[in-house]
């Protein structure tokens, strides 16, 4: 099961979302977002948007609307 994370960026103040595995400390994240345009060191970790499983972090990205990178959000509904 994958886990998901939710970072500001600092530059765009776009919302993006990062894939990473759950661990037995909590979970762990990729260097870059899902759509490969925010590396982790260019943005903020959003408090109490971290480890989300994939319908926590639907309408999480939902709650929170457009500041959200289209990109990202598409990713979470791929049926492939």
Known sequence: MKA?????STKTEETHIFEGDFTTNG????NK???KKVQQSEGTWIVGNICLEQQQAREKAASIGRP???DCVSYLYATY
Request: hydrophobic share 35%; net charge neutral; glycine share 6%.
């Open 27 to 30: 979970c762990n994240a990729e």
């Open 33 to 35: 977002c899902i759509c």
């Open 4 to 8: 998901y994370s939710f970072i500001k």
């Open 68 to 70: 959200v990178c289209g």
